[in-house]
T-cell receptor, first 118, second 114 residues
Framework: DVKVTQSSRYLVKRTGEKVFLECVQD?????MFWYRQDPGLGLRLIYF???????EKGDIPEGYSVSREKKERFSLILESASTNQTSMYLC?????????????????FGEGSRLTVL | AQSVTQPDIHITVSEGASLELRCNYS??????LFWYVQSPGQGLQLLLK??????LVQGIKGFEAEFKRSQSSFNLRKPSVHWSDAAEYFC????????????FGGGTRVLVKP
């Protein structure tokens, strides 16, 4: 089974702190994603990556950055946390199709990291 | 840009009754469509997916969904709900033109009455 592991289930940080959220997947997936989940808004894409050292902005990248130094690991960084970044953060991964074409898009999710910024 | 609307924020259903969750999407070409379920404190689990072919798709846990292109809908159904089906359900749309990104709806929370 695919396993996507997020290092912290619950974090409490202060405004202005630098926050790192780590995500590791064990299925050699090329694609990795960070979403945030808020009540009534569903999941919104922050950043994604198709390959090592590659990143693309999603729909709400402001206030976030990412790092992908190894294929299995994708980190989300909040350079200076603010209270409006209090949320559930979900990491996901997916693979390219066997033919090398575009992925069918099925995502495999971690259990989430609930961040509270005070 | 693609978008997904789940009109119902909350649905309460009695155990043993049928369930239908609505999903409407907006996308110019043939989409890839997904339903995910999230149990309390958990990540999202894939229930079913549609890429092409038969428009009635069977998934896990007794769920099915029907793709209706004319209505831009992908509604999820279950004939008889179990208490363990209480969860939040998310519809998502993806497409080749958008790469591998999925766009999610706002979710529908299902409560099951005994």
């Amino acid at each position: 089974d695919v396993k996507v592991t997020q290092s912290s289930r619950y974090l409490v940080k202060r405004t202005g702190e630098k926050v790192f959220l780590e995500c590791v997947q064990d299925m050699d997936h090329e694609n990795m994603f960070w979403y945030r989940q808020d009540p009534g808004l569903g999941l919104r894409l922050i950043y994604f990556s198709y390959d090592v050292k590659m990143k693309e902005k999603g729909d709400i990248p402001e206030g976030y950055s990412v790092s992908r130094e190894k294929k299995e690991r994708f980190s989300l960084i909040l350079e200076s946390a603010s209270t409006n970044q209090t949320s559930m953060y979900l990491c996901a991964s997916s693979f390219l199709s066997a033919s090398g074409g575009l992925s069918t898009g099925e995502l495999f999710f971690g259990e989430g990291s609930r961040l509270t910024v005070l | 840009a693609q978008s997904v609307t789940q009109p119902d924020i909350h649905i309460t259903v009695s155990e043993g009754a049928s369930l239908e969750l609505r999903c409407n999407y907006s996308y110019g070409a043939t989409p890839y469509l997904f339903w995910y379920v999230q149990s309390p404190g958990q990540g999202l689990q894939l229930l079913l997916k549609y890429f092409s072919g038969d428009t009635l798709v069977q998934g896990i846990k007794g769920f099915e969904a029907e793709f209706k292109r004319s209505q831009s809908s992908f509604n999820l159904r279950k004939p008889s709900v179990h208490w363990s089906d209480a969860a939040e359900y998310f519809c998502a749309v993806g497409a080749r033109a958008a790469g591998n990104k999925l766009t999610f709806g706002g979710g529908t929370r299902v409560l099951v009455k005994p």
